[in-house]
């Protein structure tokens, strides 16, 4: 008799607690810390104040949190042409870039919801776009690299459908980027579906924004494999329980 085929391996599931929510005053000893307290990767939100209204680190500090860091730096950013800086990122220490899609749209193309950018609406990019994310792509795999790329609240889950075969992760913004410690947009959670199914089990699904006790369950069951958590660990006086709160809760909640 033959045995059954081993289902695939689930990606397994990651803690990235996001500096936005640290002690920039402090910013080593808060990822010596919270790496000590059991964080798999550390995200890095970049912000231009631009794409986003706020303005946040670059190259210069990532440099100076990845000669402390030993676990992957999960960078996410959020700024225009994107294009434009891989080697500058990936020179610092970036060890997974992620990309906003909108981003690789003319702004004149793009829908301005009240909080930020959509493509909701939109069933394809044009040539162009397509084009610039294509390279995008390459130039992180080039630099042997992982790449991810991450869409706004609204944005549909069908325009990464084609580039789902090249990059490692997907990123379901559960809050409208910009800054940390708002509320969780439950009406995500359908999209965040739709991109594991989409994906099968090789790509990552990570939720980034207003991701705790609460929420994580839902995301989990949703499909999400990557746990983004400023709030959430940096907010906790005890940043050990919370990641293990965090990794405890997802491991007991079934997957799809
Ligand atoms: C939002 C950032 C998130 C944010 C998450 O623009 O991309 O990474 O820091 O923070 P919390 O967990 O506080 O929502
Ligand atoms: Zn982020």
């Given amino acids: 008799m033959t045995e059954p085929a081993a289902a695939p391996a689930r990606p397994p599931i990651r803690i990235s607690p996001s500096l ?25 939100d970049v912000m231009d104040g631009h794409f986003v209204p706020n303005l946040t680190i670059g190259p210069a500090v990532i440099k100076s949190i990845r000669g ?31 990309a906003h899609v909108e981003a690789f ?17 939109y069933q394809y990019l044009d040539d162009e776009s397509r084009r610039r994310v294509r390279d995008f792509i390459a130039a992180v795999i080039t630099r042997d690299k992982k790449v991810g790329l991450a869409l706004n609240p609204t944005t549909p889950a069908s325009l990464v459908l084609e580039f789902l ?9 559960t809050v409208w980027p910009g800054f940390g410690a ?20 090789r790509v990552s699904v990570e939720v980034d924004g207003g991701i705790n ?15 983004v958590a400023g709030t959430a660990v ?23």
């Fill in 20 to 44: 936005l929510a640290a002690d920039f005053s402090r910013l080593g000893e808060e990822v010596l810390d919270v790496q000590r307290s059991g964080a798999d990767w550390i995200h890095v």
């Fill in 105 to 121: 749209v003319p702004t004149a193309w793009r829908r301005r919801a009240p909080r930020g950018w959509t493509l909701e609406g």
């Fill in 68 to 98: 402390l860091a030993t676990v992957p730096l999960d960078v996410h950013l959020m700024i225009e042409r994107p294009w434009d800086v891989v080697d500058a990122y990936i020179d610092a220490g970036a060890d997974i870039l992620t």
């Fill in 234 to 256: 940096f907010g906790d006086p005890e940043p050990r329980a919370a990641i293990k709160g965090l990794r405890d809760r997802a491991a007991a909640t079934p997957r799809p």
């Fill in 182 to 201: 708002q509320k969780f947009i439950d009406e995500v959670s359908a999209k965040i579906h739709e991109l594991r199914l989409m994906s099968g089990e």
């Fill in 213 to 227: 006790m609460d929420t994580v369950g839902k995301s989990v069951a949703a499909g999400a494999n990557v746990l």
């Fill in 165 to 173: 075969g090249e990059i490692d992760m997907i990123v379901a913004m």
